[in-house]
């Protein structure tokens, strides 16, 4: 067998050992091990190869960036901005119709802004807002939808860990990155409220009769506002604004933000030595989980540039003579397709070392790909069988009257309303790279 054949087969054997329920990490360190053994002839040399992978992999300096907006992310969570965001977002939108269903897509968008990261959106959300919709008669269906929905902004709208991952993979400013996901992010956003308000009209059922609240309730008095708006708003500036204004890069910055969230939770009396110490633990289990799965998927990119994969792919999409949009178009949608059996960082870390060398013999915009690529993958989500939100939503839940199937047909709408902006973004490309 030649190289190229080789790493063409190691594809597929990695993709039936995902199939077959083994996790991520091994599939790829197992095909990757077999595969260099089959191309160099020596078990000891491959082994060799992969060790040297994994430890310039976890020496790179700017994968600091990964605990350190995890740990934010927690922090955010444990000393109650996510209920604070939820409940401003719920005085602005209390007497719209469905307010409470886009208050959580506000609420949503501010966490956004802070954390980077979709699992936590969907972990606080779904013990903040469900039950709240369910009180004032939303349908369960439909408030699990609209938590599972919005919390794909968390990989969208700046600080993104996606975004971050990206530009390491591809060698873009995460600056850049950071403000291209600005306006795309926003966008659905408002889509999201849009089409929460269209529900309200087609399926009143679903939200109580399109009811708002009455009364005061779900109202703040001003001082109650300032209280919740201030720190959210002060942590936002503090990140965002010190990235943009080329204080700090982006790692500083989520060094800078975990400082700044601790000091709020203190001045809260939110945060407590027990609940810090579980922050800390939550936080190295899911950086140790998604470093793993960086370690491995390094080793499999390796692999395939050593097998000469990505170059023959190139060689063969540029002579499939499918142009431009056929490209891009058969991309977004394979992208899509393996969101139902992998998760975001997986798909990202596997495709976009493939792709990288035909869009940039191209001439493609890297930046404005490294959006579509984040919004294709965030569809995977909110898609069975895999969809890592549903399952975090699920977990999350204290009623076993909602079933997965529920929180995914719940979901549909909202994954509908993400391939519009899709449209839009592939269709204008200037909504992700207006703002660079």
Known sequence: MTPFEIGLGSFGVMVILVYAGLWVPFALMVSSFAGVWLMKGSPVLAGKLLALAASETIASYFFGVVPLFVLMGYLVSVTGMGKDAFDVANHLFRRWRGGLGIGTVGANAIFAAITGISIASAAVFTRIAVPEMVRHGYSKRFSVGVVAGSSVLGMLIPPSLLLILYGLLTEQSVGDLFVAGILPGLLLALVFALGIMAMTVVRPSMVGGGARLAGKEGQLSGRDLLAKSVPIGLLIGLVLGGIYGGFFTPIEAG???????????????????????????????????????????????????????????????????????????????????????????????????????????????????????????????????????????????????????????????????????LGLVLAFPALATILI
């Open 255 to 421: 060094a800078v933000g975990c400082l700044g969230a601790i000091v709020i939770g203190i001045a809260k009396r939110k945060l407590s030595l027990q609940s810090f110490w579980q922050v800390l633990n939550d936080t190295g289990l899911v950086t140790a989980s998604i470093l793993f799965l960086i370690i491995a998927a390094q080793m499999y990119s390796r692999m395939l540039a050593l097998s000469g994969v990505p170059a023959g792919f190139g060689s063969f999409i540029a002579s499939a003579d499918i142009g431009f949009w056929g490209i891009i178009l058969s991309y977004v949608a394979l992208v899509i397709v393996m969101g139902t059996i992998l998760d975001s960082s997986s798909i990202m870390l596997i495709l976009v070392p493939l792709m990288l060398p035909v869009v940039s013999d191209m001439g493609v915009n890297l930046v404005w790909f490294g959006i579509i690529t984040v919004i294709a993958v965030e569809v995977g989500l909110l898609t069975p069988p895999f969809g890592i939100s549903v399952f975090v939503i699920k977990s999350a839940l204290d009623d076993p009257d909602i079933s997965l199937g529920d929180i995914f047909a719940g979901a549909a709408p909202f994954v509908v309303m993400m391939l519009i902006v």
